[in-house]
């Protein structure tokens, strides 16, 4: 399985994005997908995920009521849509399964970066 994530851009406080995770192969595996997050000199952090077949979620508690992850398993595709977005949103974010889980990979790519000004 390989995810590639994208829709990362410059965007002003208060604004949104939506980030779009693709997953190409063997998708029938995969079970929950998560968005990460990291920010210059700042350990890598998971900001939510989605569990493929049911739709819960969870968010790290610095993004609820901002952040939105949801998918379209006919597209193999999970989103994240961002709203009032903070400065401190600022970082690349990357998709990726849990470790251990036969969808994680250990190349986390380039992720795609959004940038929030004041």
């Known amino acids: 399985v390989q995810l590639q994530a994208s829709g990362g851009g410059l965007v002003q406080a208060g604004g949104s994005l939506r980030l779009s995770c693709v997953a190409s192969?063997?998708?029938?595996?995969?079970?929950?997908i998560g968005w990460y997050r990291q920010a210059p000199g700042k350990q890598r952090e998971l900001v939510a995920s989605?569990?493929?077949?049911?739709?819960?979620?969870n968010y790290v508690d610095s993004v609820k009521g901002r952040f939105t992850i949801s998918r379209d398993n006919a597209k193999n595709t999970v989103y994240l849509q961002m709203k009032s977005l903070k400065p401190e949103d600022t970082a690349v974010y990357y998709c990726?399964?849990?470790?251990?889980?036969?969808?994680?990979?250990?190349?986390w790519g380039q992720g795609t970066l959004v940038t929030v000004s004041s």
């Open positions: 990726n399964g849990p470790y251990g889980t036969s969808w994680y990979s250990d190349d």
């Open positions: 989605i569990i493929s077949s049911s739709g819960r979620t």
């Open positions: 192969g063997s998708t029938a595996s995969i079970g929950t």
